[in-house]
């Protein structure tokens, strides 16, 4: 756990340097949750139902429900905090159902000027005919700690706080400063009771009320009713009628998803490019893909959309394939006893199942291309292979065989670590992270940057500065640790790095008791920028080891992020590798690179591994956690990560991304046990 703890630690340190506020849309809007991944499908087959659920939502908390408004400036979908205000929200839908929300109107304003918009806008007190006023039940009392946001839904009272019966309005503005909820203050004069918040674009019919002229009004068509600060679309003739009321004609509870035909909040059409391949259907939220007679792909694009506007779209290919065969078997291992193996099979077919099995005895819950068993011993030796089925046959996979090997002293170990990219100062700065766990290592670390022009390196920092950290405990500082501007005595070929020209302004640090999670800064001397390399070698006399690296840095237009580890040893090891952008907002990044992708080749350069989109694999989430890493919530993020077994040698770890894309990008390399 304490290792898991200080590589925690160690990312946070490396992230905190980047110092970029998140600013968080709050409003629930479309979203996807879950790839829609790519379907093969024998070519004339059974239809195949994917339930649209599991891929796209609108954010609620459990238990939370919606209702829909049918507007005279149109509909929209208002969600109804249940878990944080249970009574108010269900003595609104008392109000829903019993019919008495039919053919409302807003009686009031207030706030707004002729050029600004008013504050809220009040409802669920009158209805027509006329200004026929809503029967109300028992008032309820002041709940929850929902604040007073742009477009909450919050309940209308009189002087007395605990007496909200069938009124509302609508914060057309964020009133959190003028309204309180909760127990944020003791003063009950202030306090309103907030129990929903419209949906997406919805306020933009709402912003139309706010902004409409306001007048003192008596309707004199039924009785003597007075309304002040009434909106209104015209005020002739002097009296409330339909013409010029804004009207709210129904409200009605909805589902978050549809089953058949009913009305619902999210809605769902679907597209395919090649409806000869596979033509597509909706049935409520599920998606029906029929097979065409022939072979080929199509793409389908599904859209979920919501009554007021808003929508987001994905998109996957449907392959009609008649074919069935391993492409790529699976790969014999050599492990050390606890460490973690992965065995992976590429095959080409439609509508593929798969069982692995052990000694040709079928593993259980072993039906994925992947298997990764992780803290192998003697009882996980031997024979592994994978049975590929469909419709068309069946293919079983040659053997891979897997060795454990009980010497620790044989285990593979990370025995040197790379960075190279953009290096200058502040938020531009080239951090390394790395832990060290067993005992004490003993490093040479070397900033390179003017030598790096002897490698055919353009646009070189030409005098870096290295500086050593640990990562500090919660509520503590860093500590400088060793620091190095120019290289005098030693240049660290001793330890295999290549030499460097005397008298060059490269920096070269040793330090020979590190533990724990640490950072290497890369700074420019003078404010000069350019790129640079961080390396790490493992000297002499090292007790612990090193285990995971970290690299985070400001990729500009163009350039990239490279990153290089030795496997040194005689067995196989299991290896995380991730290119983290889009999910360092959660962290609270905002100038994240937006679309990274990864690639993983030996040092002869022979492609090993890629990814672009991790897709939100079980399997790699699985990982993440294992050796600490944070999680990606969001499984359709474009963060990279691959998860691989491989062989003693050395390995370089590229981030590339599209043309002319910039931002923060965290590389992290993690060894998997």
């Known amino acids: 756990m304490s290792s898991l703890l200080s590589r925690l630690a160690l990312i946070l340190a490396l992230l905190s340097a980047a110092s970029l506020s998140a600013q968080t849309d709050t409003i629930a809007r479309p979203k996807t949750t879950a790839v829609l991944a790519k ?110 946001e742009l477009y909450t839904l919050a309940a209308a009272r009189t002087s007395d706080p605990n007496s909200a019966t069938s009124q509302f309005f609508f914060n057309l503005v964020d009133n959190t400063n003028t309204y309180f909820p909760g127990q944020s203050t003791t003063n009950q004069d202030l306090r309103y009771t907030v ?32 309304f002040q600060t009434i909106p209104l679309r015209d005020k002739v ?17 909805v589902p978050l998803y549809a089953t058949g035909t009913e009305t619902s909040v999210l809605n769902f059409t679907a597209q395919s490019t090649n409806p000869e391949v596979a033509q597509v259907s909706l049935t409520g939220s599920t998606l029906n893909i029929q097979p065409g007679v022939v072979n080929g792909t199509t793409r389908v694009t599904v ?21 069935l065969s391993i492409a790529r078997p699976p790969r014999s291992q050599t492990i050390a006893s606890g460490d973690a193996v992965l065995f992976d099979v590429e095959a080409v077919g439609a509508g593929l199942s798969y069982q692995w099995q052990h000694d040709g005895t079928p593993i259980s819950g072993a039906t994925s291309p992947v298997l990764f068993i992780r803290g192998v011993d003697q009882q996980d030796a031997g024979n592994y292979s994978v049975v590929v089925s469909n419709t068309v046959g069946t293919v079983t996979s040659a053997l891979a065989g897997l060795t454990v090997v009980n010497d620790s002293a044989a285990k593979s170990r990370l025995s040197n670590l790379s960075v190279r990219s953009f290096a200058g100062n502040g938020e531009e700065t080239l951090i390394a992270g790395f832990a060290a766990e067993g005992g004490t290592v003993n490093l040479v670390m070397r900033g390179i940057g003017p030598t790096l022009a002897n490698f055919g390196v353009s646009n070189v920092l030409l005098d870096p500065e290295i500086k050593l950290f640990n990562v500090p405990l919660p509520g503590t500082n860093a500590n400088l640790l060793g620091a190095n501007n120019d290289w005098t005595q030693f240049d660290g070929s001793a330890v295999g790095g290549f030499p460097l020209p005397v008298g060059s302004k490269d920096a070269v640090l040793t330090s020979p008791f590190i533990t724990g999670g640490n950072t290497l800064h890369i700074n420019g001397i003078g404010d000069t920028s350019g790129m640079a ?141």
């Open 533 to 673: 390399l961080i390396e790490l070698y493992e000297g002499p006399d090292s007790v612990g080891s090193l285990v995971n690296l970290s690299a985070r840095t400001l990729v500009r237009a163009n350039d990239n992020l490279i990153g290089g580890f030795t496997l040194s040893g005689s067995t196989s090891r299991t290896v995380l590798v991730r290119a983290i952008g889009p999910g360092l907002s959660n962290l609270g990044i905002t100038e994240f690179f937006q679309d990274p992708r990864l690639e993983l080749r030996s040092t002869k350069g022979v492609l090993v591994s890629q990814n672009d989109n991790w897709s939100g694999s079980t399997t790699l989430s699985e990982a993440f956690l294992s050796v600490g890493a944070f999680a990606l919530t969001d499984p359709t993020s474009k963060d990279a990560a691959i998860l691989t077994t491989l062989e003693p040698g050395g390995y370089t770890a590229v981030i590339t991304g599209p043309t002319g894309h910039t931002g923060v990008v965290l590389l992290e390399v993690y060894l998997v046990r």
């Open 237 to 253: 003739p002097n009296i409330l009628t339909e013409k010029n009321l804004i009207i709210i004609h129904s409200i009605t509870e």
């Open 303 to 323: 859209t979920a959309s919501e009554v007021a506007g808003d929508t987001v779209t994905a998109e996957f290919d449907v392959e009609t394939n008649s074919e």
């Open 39 to 148: 379907q093969v499908v024998p070519p004339g087959g059974a239809s195949v139902p994917i339930d649209l659920r599991n891929h796209f939502t609108i954010q609620n908390e459990t238990g939370d429900k919606f209702v829909q408004f049918d507007t005279v400036y149109g509909k929209f979908n208002v969600i109804l905090r249940g878990g944080r205000a249970p009574k108010h929200v269900e003595n609104f839908l008392k109000y829903v159902h019993d019919g008495r929300y039919t053919n409302l109107f807003f009686h009031r304003t207030a706030g707004g000027t002729t050029s600004t918009v008013a504050s809220i806008a009040q409802s669920g007190g009158f209805r027509l005919p006329y200004s026929t006023a809503v029967e109300h039940y028992d008032p309820i009392g002041l709940e929850g700690t929902l604040t007073h």
């Open 195 to 226: 129990y929903g918040r419209v949906v997406g674009s919805g306020g933009v019919a709402l912003k139309q009320v706010g902004m409409l002229p306001v007048y003192n009004m008596v309707d004199g068509a039924a009785n003597t009713t007075a």
